[in-house]
Nanobody, 124 residues
């Protein structure tokens, strides 16, 4: 599976941005797809995940502001980010796994496939 992330950019606090992660090379309907982010000099952290049943999981700081969704026909997972804050500034990565279990969704090492990352910068 190859993943291509896009949609990052510059935003002001309170604005919205949408990210897309397009998969190719293999059907990914059964994959868990997650978004992670990494800010400068910080470790990569979990943002959100969606499984094949479209159940969604979020890191606490983005709950109520970010929405993850998927369109299997388009092999695409989206991350809608509303009410952006400067602390949301990071490189955002999408990742996929066919075998990760629910208790490990937040663990980046459990994901086999990664997109290249897209920069999101939020100014105050």
């Amino acid at each position: 599976v190859q993943l291509q992330a896009s949609g990052g950019g510059l935003a002001q606090a309170g604005d919205s941005l949408g990210l897309s992660c397009v998969a190719s090379g293999h059907t990914f309907n059964n994959y868990v797809v997650a978004w992670f982010r990494q800010a400068p000099e910080k470790e990569r952290e979990f943002v959100a995940a969606i499984n094949r049943g479209r159940y969604t999981f979020y890191e606490d700081s983005v709950k109520g502001r970010f929405t993850i969704s998927r369109d299997n026909a388009k092999m695409t997972v989206y991350l809608r980010m509303n009410s952006l804050k400067p602390e949301d500034t990071a490189v955002y990565y999408c990742a996929a796994s066919s075998s990760v279990i629910v208790s490990a969704y937040r663990v980046s090492d459990m994901y086999n496939y990664w997109g290249q990352g897209t920069q999101v910068t939020v100014s105050s």
